[in-house]
């Protein structure tokens, strides 16, 4: 199962439509019918942020369950939005960060070469 098909499973668990869900974490209504691959880092924590029972690691890479035992809670810690990620989760979420950083890069390398 990809994490579109994990994504829509939890929708229907939270008994939300598509758009809803979407409307919630502030992204367009296409965006569930548009995910090819993965999720973006900012749409990830938008999503942990309005719903923190869901186990993100889960949703990314479909290790573990559904839901966290323990939802995570904000702690108002010195300016943090109170989100404890996973290492293994951390850790792709850094690796997608760097890849997208990489290709604007290239982008903007080779449109400099092409003027």
């Excluded at 994990?6 to 869900?21: A, C, D, H, P, Q």
């Excluded at 979407?22 to 719903?51: H, M, T, W």
């Excluded at 939005?81 to 997208?100: A, R, S, W, Y």
């Amino acid at each position: 199962m990809a994490v579109k098909e994990r994504l829509i499973e939890y929708v229907r668990y939270k008994e939300l439509s598509k758009s809803e869900f979407c409307r919630i974490i502030g992204v367009s209504n296409a965006f569930i019918s548009s995910i090819r691959k993965s999720i973006q880092p900012d749409k990830v924590e938008s999503i942990a942020l309005n719903f923190p029972e869901l186990n993100l690691t889960w949703l990314l890479t479909g290790q573990g369950q559904m839901l966290n035992i323990n939802p995570i809670k904000s702690d108002g810690d010195k300016g943090s939005k109170g989100i404890v990620v996973p290492t293994e989760l951390f850790d792709i979420m850094n690796k997608l960060t760097d890849t997208v950083l990489s290709q604007q890069k290239t982008i903007e390398t080779l449109t400099k070469k092409e003027k």
